[in-house]
């Protein structure tokens, strides 16, 4: 319904677009020399896209609003006067792309979530281990019966604790 206009709009503009439920994407490719205009353009079609939205009682999150320049470090080099504040990196359909194409933070963020899973999964089996229970027993009462935090619980609990020693020191031994 609020899309096909917007779609129109962009189209307009000679801007390539992805349309999503909640979310728009615009793309432009120029070359470095070209900063100034498209910088122009896109400030041009971000006010036509505001006000279009407006018009149909929407609101253009502009917190929510990211600029990602992607290219090589030779060519992002010659970026450093950019007029508009950019982003290292973006969300794009749960993939974390960033300025150099590299998917390292995308591969740390998921090894991340890996190891997290994997820690509670082998945690959820010491514990039905310890106290004999089938592996198809809800493990909260297993934990509860033992005394156990979960991993993100536990995390919390160290956070904790570390926070509150470091500040019954004395000034000379606190870590800042």
Request: hydrophobic share 40%; proline share 3%; aromatic share 12%.
């Amino acid at each position: 319904m609020y899309t096909t206009p917007l779609c129109t709009l962009i189209l307009s503009l000679s801007s390539s677009h992805h349309l999503y439920a909640y979310d728009t994407q615009l793309f432009f490719s120029f070359y470095p020399s070209d900063l100034d205009a498209n910088i122009n353009l896109l400030r041009n079609a971000l006010q036509l896209i505001s006000s279009r939205m407006t018009a149909n009682l929407l609101t253009l999150s502009t917190s929510k609003t990211e600029f990602l320049l992607i290219g090589l470090k030779q060519q992002l080099a010659k970026f450093h006067n950019c007029p508009i504040e950019t982003t290292h990196s973006a969300h794009n359909l749960g993939i974390i792309f960033d300025e150099h194409r590299t998917l390292c933070d995308q591969i740390s963020s998921l090894s991340k979530s890996c190891y997290f899973h994997i820690r509670a999964q082998i945690q959820n089996c010491l514990a039905r281990t310890v106290v004999k229970y089938a592996w198809f027993s809800h493990i909260t009462p297993v934990f509860k019966s033992l005394h156990w935090l979960k991993v993100k619980q536990r995390i919390e609990y160290k956070l904790l604790s570390l926070t509150h020693i470091n500040f019954l020191q004395p000034l000379s031994l606190r870590i800042f």
